[in-house]
């Protein structure tokens, strides 16, 4: 009888959530006269590349903020507790400020005016700038870490958190090595974190249009760039196409992902 | 019997407190050996320092006369059941027992004979793929015990293993530790808090407070002679009195010169003679050799608990016969009851059942209502 | 020895993750335009910055559009974390968490895309211009996109809670509305807390959805960083982060010393 009380948000999601998707598939399927097309789908082969570029770049910036983000989730989840909250704290600054300012920074910092080659400039007597990194995969590729790094920190850091502290003393007291304790016990327990970790990461680097507008120095187009452009040329219709594909793409990662964690569908909180 | 575990001088401290203060004492190979003691008096640090999660300040550590204080946990021979069993919620039951197996890559087959053969000895055959989670306490404390003795060590440390379960369940679990330690032989050091546990499981009972041992013998040693009044309280209950020794066999307390059994004191040396309230005859007032005034008794099933006023001093004795409250009764003590112990920094702390007195409680009472 | 590597690695990624947004805390502070070379102290970005009355309208819509979009989600996510948790049949029960969760687990690029497309062809049925219905496409896509995680944060409290208490309250004469005003959303407080603060800055923080459905006449702080950077680099846009990333830190600062007297335990839900 209680469940009316979901009826305003069932309403809600039905409208705001699944009639634009449904759009989303509308666009993607029809012409500009709006008659049914499959040409959209078909144009998308065009973008293959960009598609390709994309995910590579996305899986090398998750890589690296995993191969980063667990020492460092795991060092703060075994250091004092007063220590902890200051940890997550100067994590959660970065955070939360916005995206675009942190990228900026990034850019401010490394461009070829900014301050590190004016530095270096100095440094070297020279009045050509020294490192070119705006505009490289590389700029970008550090940018997603950058900007992304808390989102794979801090869900590895909740699941270490919880960790009996038991299962350290009984995997070595049972003869595992230290590496034997993280490899046999530990990584296994903290899988759930890890999967969220590179859910959170993935998604917004496969997405991302800002930072490679900023960083890539517009030399390179990725996927959020294509549907930003198209979106702004009014050519909705291929958009919508690309959108689609992406979507279903990244919810099909995410359920092979979900696989992998034991069934809690709805204990998915992890930060603040 | 060797010596499989010594200890010489350990000691170890917390943010500048002493938990474990120059212990000495060995532990010989296959006896069933309980740390009894109340919590925070440094029994289960010990225990975690023999296991090696901790290490000692100072002292060394031996096992089979090699010194290990260096050696980490992983490469001893000693493996641990933990309070809150710590099983891993990622394996399921047969991967818990199989876990040390599979780290030293032994043949699937010896596994799993291995592992079928300890779920028999812990009588959980069939509980193979379960999942941990899925136990009952009980059942997570039996996959703790398999998977801690699968690889053979030669030392068990059972941590106060039966602390979460309910009693009884404690008590099928005391009996079955027991006899799974008497079939494979092994040395068992056993940590708790609950004397009783102690008692009627152990072959030896280290009690230890302050981080300190206090006394090492049997269970029987421990019970009829302790050995300061920290002892004589904390093992079964008793009556510790003021006494002064006159000769051998002659002690003076409570105004009255008793016969007794022990010797070996200064002439006039003051003494904790302890009685326990089991060995105290009740008897009519002028037959008695001690009289007081009874001012409590309660029914305990098997016999009375009477508390007798004695010159201001409480004492508790068990008795099958019941005594009306506040009327005079005699005390009779045969020379055998009464024990003798050197004055210790535990005498006058323990032994007065004054804190048993309807009149106590009225008093703690008024002083509960004083604080607010 | 090992224990000061573990803290030399993270005074590391700290420093790296903090150096960008030193610096451009340094340069705002710089009397000169130059974003590289220190010339000397001044205020005279932050004096610019506040002479314009631009920065005004979109720092007074950004705090507008969070209030009421919190709001607005903090009731409705509530009502239907109730009403989801009142749900008998599981099936259901899964399917409405699964569509609640899509603007969560989408692409923000995605997302908006959807919703501008939604909006467009609103705006085509009620024969306006797009821009008058901008403020409510606004309002819309973001308490949308909020509403996940008000319902993440609040469901876990209220299945924590369990029935016994509206029993008792119920068995005490109240009815079953009472019930809940009374006695469970007292004791599920600090999760609808929680989940509108998370609204709040999702809503505040928010460029991505904001950018595709915003319109030229409702302009938000992260909208007027984007276009501040479309431009050339000035140091105006540097205070206007600074102050961004001081009013962030004081928020974090005062949420978690709340946290400490209420729930120390509680983590809330996750943001993207």
């Known amino acids: 009888m209680h469940s009316i009380a979901a009826a305003p948000h069932i309403f809600w999601a039905v409208l705001f959530i699944v009639l634009p998707l449904l759009i989303v598939l509308f666009y993607a399927f029809t012409d500009k006269a709006g008659s049914f097309s499959i040409w959209n789908i078909v144009a998308l082969g065009d973008y293959m590349p960009i598609f390709l570029t994309s995910i590579e770049l996305a899986v090398i910036a998750t890589f690296i903020c995993l191969v980063i983000g667990y020492p460092l989730a795991y060092a703060i989840a075994r250091s004092k507790p007063e220590h902890q909250k200051i940890f997550i704290l100067m994590l959660m600054l970065p955070m939360w400020t916005n995206l675009l300012i942190r990228t900026y920074s990034i850019m401010a910092l490394l461009d070829d005016g900014g301050f590190v080659n004016s530095v270096l400039m100095k440094l070297f007597g020279t009045d050509e700038p ?52 993280m490899t046999k016990v530990i990584l296994p327990l903290s899988s759930s974190g890890i999967i969220s970790g590179v859910t959170m990461v993935l998604v917004p680097c496969i997405s991302t249009f800002y930072i490679s507008q900023k960083l890539g120095g517009g030399t390179f187009e990725l996927i959020g760039d294509t549907i930003e452009r198209q979106f702004l040329n009014g050519a909705r219709n291929i958009g919508a196409a690309i959108s689609l594909v992406m979507m279903i793409l990244i919810l099909i990662s995410l359920a092979i992902m979900n696989k992998f964690t034991d069934a809690d569908g709805e204990d998915g909180g992890i930060i603040v | ?298 029914f305990k099933g098997v016999h009375y608990e009477i508390i007798v006023d004695i010159k201001g001093f409480k004492w508790m004795i068990q008795s099958t016969d019941y005594v009306a409250p506040d009327s005079f009764i005699g005390l009779y003590i045969e020379p055998d009851a009464i024990h003798i112990m050197k004055k210790s920094k535990y005498s006058g702390m323990f032994g007065d059942y004054s804190s048993f007195s309807d009149e106590m409680d009225y008093i703690s009472d008024a002083d509960a209502v004083e604080e607010f | 020895m090992r224990k000061y590597a573990w803290r030399i690695y993270m005074a590391i990624i700290f420093a790296i993750l903090y150096i960008p947004i030193l610096t451009l805390i340094v340069f705002s502070f710089n009397d000169s335009a130059s974003t590289a070379d220190f010339t000397g102290f001044s205020l005279d970005w932050y004096r610019e910055l506040f002479s314009s009355a631009e920065t005004f309208t979109a720092l007074r819509n950004t705090l507008i559009l969070a209030v009421l979009s919190s709001l607005i989600s903090t009731v409705i996510g509530t009502a239907a974390a109730e009403g989801i948790y009142k749900m008998k049949n599981k099936l259901v029960r899964k399917s409405v968490i699964s569509v609640t969760n899509i603007p969560m687990m989408n692409p923000e690029i995605v997302t908006g895309m959807s919703m501008m497309l939604f909006f467009v062809a609103v705006a085509g049925f009620l024969r306006v211009e797009y821009e008058t219905i901008g403020f409510w496409a606004m309002l819309i896509a973001h308490v949308t996109f909020c509403l996940p995680y008000v319902i993440l944060s609040v469901l876990p409290r209220i299945n924590e809670l369990g029935d016994s208490l509206s029993e008792a309250a119920l068995d005490l004469g109240c009815t079953p509305l009472q019930a809940f005003f009374k006695v469970k959303l007292p004791n599920i407080m600090p999760g609808v807390i929680s989940g509108m603060t998370m609204a709040f800055t999702l809503s505040l923080d928010d460029f991505v959805i904001s950018y595709f459905v915003g319109s030229s006449n409702f302009q938000t702080l992260p909208l007027l960083i984007y276009s501040m950077t479309k431009k050339k680099v000035t140091p105006d846009m540097y205070a206007l982060s600074t102050l961004i990333v001081f009013a962030v830190f004081v928020l974090l600062v005062i949420s978690n010393m709340k946290k400490d007297k209420n729930s120390p335990k509680r983590h809330g839900g996750r943001k993207r």
């Not at chain 2, 407070?209 to 421990?222: L, N, R």
């Not at chain 2, 060995?279 to 001012?295: Q, R």
């Open chain 2, 1 to 298: 019997m060797e010596k499989l575990i010594e200890l010489k001088g350990i000691s170890k401290s917390y943010d500048g407190e002493k938990v474990i203060d120059s212990m000495n004492l060995y532990i010989r190979d296959g006896e069933f050996i309980t740390f009894l003691g109340p919590s925070g008096c440094g029994k289960t640090t010990t225990l975690r320092i023999i296991g090696g999660f901790e290490t000692a300040d100072e002292g060394s550590l031996y096992f089979d006369g090699v010194e290990i204080s260096d050696v980490p946990a992983y490469k001893r021979h000693i493996n641990t059941v933990f309070q809150k069993y710590a099983l891993f919620p990622h394996l399921n039951v047969y991967e818990n027992i199989a876990f040390p197996l599979r780290l030293k890559k032994t043949s699937e087959d010896e596994i799993k004979q291995r592992v079928t053969e300890m779920l028999k000895m812990v009588k959980l055959s069939g509980f193979e793929n379960k999942s941990v989670s899925t136990l009952s306490g009980g059942q997570q404390q039996r996959v703790a015990i398999a998977r801690a003795l699968i690889s053979h060590p030669k030392v068990l440390l059972l941590d106060e293993p039966l602390g979460a379960l309910d009693l009884k369940l404690r008590k099928d679990m005391q009996n079955e530790l027991k006899s799974i330690q008497q079939e494979i032989g092994i040395t068992f050091i056993y940590v708790t808090h609950d004397q009783e546990e102690a008692l009627s499981m152990s072959d030896t009972v280290v009690v230890i407070a302050d981080g300190q041992i206090q006394q090492i013998g049997t269970p029987t040693d421990i019970y009829n002679e302790p050995k300061n009044a920290f002892v004589a309280d904390f093992i079964g209950e008793s009556n510790i009195v003021d006494g002064i020794m006159l000769e051998d066999k002659r002690v003076r307390f409570s105004s009255h010169v008793f016969d007794c059994v022990d010797g070996g004191f200064a002439e006039n040396e003051p003494v904790d003679v302890v009685i326990r309230p089991e060995d105290v005859d009740v008897v009519a007032p002028e037959k008695g050799m001690l009289t007081g005034k009874v001012t409590g008794v309660t």
């Open chain 1, 130 to 181: 020294v490192l070119h990194i705006i505009g490289t995969k590389g700029a970008v590729i550090f940018g997603m870490v950058y900007d992304f790094l808390p989102y794979m920190v801090l869900p590895i850091y909740t699941c270490v958190s919880k960790i009996d502290k038991h299962m350290w003393e009984a995997a070595s007291d049972l003869g595992c090595s230290p590496v034997k304790v």
